[in-house]
């Protein structure tokens, strides 16, 4: 995928905030991502890596799924009853998420929030998960982002970042690396990097073993 920096076409909306690095690179907003069928990044399900962390009890208290997409993450999470809140800019993949969970009969928060200014949700979490979010994230996003979710927790939670690696074969557009992770969350930003171990990331133009990924176990000081 190309790096340059293109303006989005005249007339695409972004409401009060700017155009993400992505948005800027292909000219389009997130919520065209959603328009011409599933997402690339929509699988029709839970990752397998939150399914595996929520099954080991990863996840406890509030819970916010940062860039939350059209759902199944969050909706995942809440199934056994925990009170989760997904966040995203694209209101159509928000709209097919509240559509989920009615038909679901399982209880979640869906709402349009700018993942960069998270504190208008006016809240804490206990957990965090970002699954898919931080690698489309240029440098001086990562930045703004990491102070964001600063922002909505507090000492002793978890974040969980399952982002596309650089470690091949088969990487994902933005593959992010390890000195990536640790120059972004680090204690003068108020997290700890726990740990960060080679996981998947399921997609709809890789195989069903994914493409490489990292999954980062990062704790807020």
Same mark, same amino acid.
């Given at each position: ?28 907003? =997130? ?9 690339? =990044? @929509? ?20 819970? #916010? ?9 969050? #909706? ?50 206990? !957990? ?9 994230? @240029? ?9 964001? #979710? ?31 992770? !640790? ?37 807020? #000081?």
């Amino acid at each position: 995928m190309t790096s340059e920096r293109q303006q989005p076409p005249p007339g695409h909306q972004f409401g009060d905030r700017p155009p993400t690095s992505h948005e800027r690179r292909t000219g389009r907003p =997130w919520d065209a991502s959603y328009h011409d069928g599933p997402a690339p =990044w @929509d699988i029709g399900g839970p990752q397998p890596a939150v399914v595996r962390l929520a099954a080991a009890g990863g996840f406890t208290g509030a819970v #916010l799924d940062s860039g939350c997409g059209t759902g199944d993450n969050a #909706l995942h999470l809440a199934a056994p009853g925990l009170a989760v809140v997904g966040v995203d800019v694209a209101g159509t993949a928000l709209a097919t998420a509240r559509a989920k969970a009615t038909e679901l009969g399982l209880v979640a928060e869906f709402t349009a929030v700018d993942a960069f200014r998270l504190e208008r949700l006016d809240r804490t979490f206990d !957990t965090v998960l970002d699954s898919g979010m931080f690698h489309t994230c @240029d440098t001086a996003e990562r930045t703004t982002y990491a102070a964001s #979710l600063a922002r909505v927790t507090g000492p002793g939670a978890t974040l969980y970042v399952l982002c596309f690696s650089d470690e091949g074969p088969g990487t994902g557009p933005h593959p992010v690396t390890r000195a990536d992770l !640790t120059a972004t969350f680090h204690p003068g930003a108020g997290w700890h990097l726990t740990t960060i171990a080679a996981e998947r990331i399921r997609t709809r133009f890789h195989d069903d073993h994914g493409a490489p990924a990292w999954l980062a176990t990062i704790n807020r #000081l």
